[in-house]
């Protein structure tokens, strides 16, 4: 007899893996050039030569470093060093390895803050929709609720108003992600400005504290003209959940981290309650190899650029054609307005070009697709006739 919540989990599988197993087996009735896979979010630029030459060399001296054994439960020591060092470099922070807690991965990282912060499924974390979908089994597993509400229309920015009537007694914290998937947008300076003053007000009017855990996975994948502002120096109960997933394009290698800044309210007990919360969740020990791999190149990127110039190219192209969507400033999506009130039903219309989009109800919101741009240029190139072909249909 399995677990009734387990079997009820497993018949929603992610619909994003759905499309990309369906992508694998169409691809070898057509041929894998003729499919135009636009599902997932997988990196599509290699790991810069560094990350391979590091592990390489780390395996050569393996006599003499420990590579194979179990790190601290925060994390190995000098990583954390590292990590906090480029902290400062960039941010102006003035962090030590004591503020920064490795994990396996952002997942891992929002799966341990959710548990940290909440007692039980009464007390909840607020995020915006469209929102990453695995959010909400990262606060199942974590046993809160996830309450979403919707983002700012047409903007996507973070709706402050629903925001202001949305947070209760039982708001232990407000989730936000930016460079934003599915959408791509990165929130402004003032927006985040505005959170911050609104959750100051409301902590004391509730009278607990309301922490800002803010998803990173694409923070340096942004685009000319854009920033993305350093929440901690804004609202010192923020927690930031970070991956070395997408801007380092290690996925599978599975390292990220938290940083609790010294200013959060409950600092002193944050790491060892994330060390007690990971004990719960079952993550001990971050992978090794790649966590000391990770610490010696925590100041380099893969090539972005290549994102930059694929943005450019869609966004335009298909803005010319009559598609609607916001301009993303960071990440690797752009979240485009379906050609008919039904997004599932337009996703089947592109399927018959062998267009792959994802539909954004399984982002939480109505009407629109993602399209994951983590490929190869020449893709882009090769679609674009077959997005004219699909918008002409409902000319
Ligand atoms: N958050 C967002 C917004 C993501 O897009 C992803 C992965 O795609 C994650 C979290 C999970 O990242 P990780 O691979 O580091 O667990």
């Given at each position: 007899m399995l677990s009734?919540?387990?079997?009820?989990?497993?018949?929603?599988?992610?619909?994003?893996?759905?499309?990309?197993?369906?992508?694998?087996?169409?691809?070898?009735?057509?041929?894998a050039e003729n499919v135009f896979d636009f599902s997932i979010g997988n990196p599509s630029v290699p790991a810069p030569k560094e990350v391979d030459e590091t592990a390489l060399q780390m395996l050569k001296e393996i006599d003499s470093v420990n590579i194979h054994g179990y790190t601290s439960n925060a994390g190995d020591q000098t990583v954390r060093e590292q990590v906090a060092a480029?902290?400062?470099?960039?941010?102006?922070?003035?962090?030590?390895?004591?503020?920064?807690?490795?994990?396996?991965?952002a997942a891992a990282a929002l799966g341990i803050c959710f548990r940290t912060l909440t007692e039980g499924p009464e007390d909840e974390v607020i995020t915006f929709a469209p929102f990453f979908p695995e959010y909400k089994a990262y606060a199942q597993g974590a046993g809160c609720k996830l309450t979403v509400?919707?983002?700012?229309?047409?903007?996507?920015?973070?709706?402050?108003?629903?925001?202001?009537?949305?947070?209760?007694?039982?708001?232990?914290?407000?989730?936000?992600?930016?460079?934003?998937?599915?959408?791509?947008?990165?929130?402004?300076?003032?927006?985040?400005?505005?959170?911050?003053?609104l959750l100051e007000r409301k902590q004391k009017e509730i009278g607990h504290s309301i922490y800002i855990i803010t998803d990173e996975p694409y923070?340096?994948?942004?685009?000319?003209?854009?920033?993305?502002?350093?929440?901690?120096?804004?609202y010192k109960n923020t927690l930031v959940g970070y991956s070395f997933s997408k801007s380092l394009s290690l996925p599978g290698e599975r390292v990220g981290y938290i940083v609790a800044p010294t200013q959060a309210e409950?600092?002193?007990?944050?790491?060892?309650?994330?060390?007690?919360?990971?004990?719960?969740?079952?993550?001990?020990s971050v992978p090794s190899l790649y966590q000391k791999v990770i610490g010696k190149c925590v100041d380099l990127t893969s090539d972005i650029s290549i994102y930059q110039e694929n943005k450019d190219l869609f966004y335009r192209s298909l803005s010319e054609m009559g598609y609607e969507c916001v301009?993303?400033?960071?990440?690797?999506?752009?979240?485009?307005?379906?050609?008919?009130?039904?997004?599932?039903?337009?996703?089947?219309?592109?399927?018959?070009?062998?267009?792959?989009?994802?539909?954004?109800?399984?982002?939480?919101?109505?009407?629109?697709?993602?399209?994951?741009?983590?490929?190869?240029?020449?893709?882009i190139e090769k679609a674009l006739p077959l997005f004219q072909k699909l918008i002409d249909e409902y000319k």
């Open positions: 009734k919540e387990v079997l009820e989990l497993s018949k929603q599988p992610s619909v994003i893996r759905d499309i990309f197993e369906f992508g694998m087996k169409r691809a070898k009735e057509v041929g480029s902290l400062n470099r960039r941010f102006g922070t003035d962090y030590t390895g004591a503020n920064i807690f490795m994990t396996i991965g509400i919707p983002a700012q229309e047409g903007t996507f920015q973070i709706n402050l108003e629903a925001l202001d009537h949305a947070v209760n007694e039982h708001t232990k914290a407000v989730l936000i992600n930016s460079p934003n998937n599915p959408t791509g947008v990165v929130y402004t300076e003032e927006n985040i400005q505005k959170l911050a003053e923070r340096e994948i942004v685009y000319d003209g854009f920033e993305v502002p350093f929440v901690p120096n804004y409950d600092f002193e007990q944050l790491i060892p309650a994330f060390i007690a919360a990971a004990r719960l969740l079952s993550y001990v301009e993303p400033g960071g990440a690797f999506y752009l979240f485009v307005k379906a050609l008919e009130e039904d997004a599932k039903a337009f996703c089947e219309r592109a399927k018959k070009y062998d267009l792959l989009l994802v539909p954004s109800d399984s982002f939480g919101c109505e009407g629109y697709v993602r399209i994951s741009y983590c490929v190869p240029t020449k893709r």
